[in-house]
């Protein structure tokens, strides 16, 4: 009777040590896979800024970008690049990235065909390498490429090693260099929400003073918000608006 009773204590030891570590096994399966399921996917903004180089707000914005130590790409007008080199090799020294804006900027000639855009990109490119000693591969169309874009010209882009980056939010400091630097952040922060990777356009000609006013609020935002700021590179994938049929 003893044997029996001892034997029943020993099983019933058994069978709780058992439930023990299979609950045990069951809780760390089920927080690893919690840990897995809610990991956050890496949040991206690239900052950008068209029409460029200029003489004083150019400046302002890479002081403000080293204060607050985040890089940035510049999309560059060719002609303006002349007299203002020290700004353009600051752009290249302090990290950033530099992009092609096309060397006049001026619509009636560069959308004439595709042809004179590519080589208005060309021209661009080689102003760069004279100062900087690189030939970006990386363009805006100048108002973006809506309406011009089509997927025989995209090929031929391409085969220029060209790749194109249009935007997915904007300020509209291009349409109205003259909003309030609120206004300004406002703009570029509202439904970023809704976006996964943003790429905002921002412009940093003479008359964008209140872009590199609105600026320090603006990254502090998207600090909080725990985003990464990057700048665009070849290797960055193209963004573009869509094709035209």
């Known amino acids: 009777m003893k044997n029996r009773i001892r ?4 099983f019933l030891a058994n069978t709780l040590l058992m439930i023990f570590l299979f609950g045990e096994n ?13 990991e956050a996917k890496e949040k991206i903004i690239y900052l950008t800024f068209d029409d460029g180089p200029s003489y004083k707000v150019t400046d302002k914005i890479l002081d403000i970008l080293k ?9 560059l007008i060719g ?5 203002r080199e020290e700004v353009v090799k600051r752009i290249y020294n302090e990290g950033h990235s530099i ?9 009636n000639r560069i959308y004439c065909n595709e042809d004179k855009f590519i080589q208005e990109m060309l021209a661009c490119q080689i102003e760069i ?5 690189i030939s970006p591969n990386v363009i805006r169309f100048p108002g973006g490429s809506c309406k011009h874009l089509s997927k025989s010209y995209l090929n031929k882009l391409h085969s220029n090693n060209l790749k194109i980056y249009d935007w997915n939010m904007e300020n509209a400091d291009g349409l109205n260099p003259k909003l309030s630097p609120y206004v300004l952040y406002k703009k570029a922060v509202e439904g970023s929400e809704k976006l996964g990777d943003i790429t ?6 003479d008359m964008n003073k209140n872009t590199y006013k609105a600026l320090p609020k603006i990254i502090k935002y998207y600090k909080a918000k725990g985003y990464q700021f990057k700048t665009i590179t070849e290797e960055t994938p193209e963004i573009y608006f869509p094709i035209k049929k």
């Open 67 to 75: 204060e607050n130590e985040v890089n940035a790409t510049f999309f």
């Open 7 to 10: 034997y029943f204590f020993i």
């Open 129 to 133: 390498n004279n100062v900087v000693g």
């Open 99 to 107: 992009g092609l804006h096309t060397y006049t900027h001026k619509f």
């Open 79 to 83: 002609n303006q690049i002349k007299g």
């Open 26 to 38: 069951i809780s760390y399966a089920f927080a690893a896979e919690t840990v897995n399921t809610n």
């Open 200 to 205: 905002l356009l921002l412009h940093c000609t």
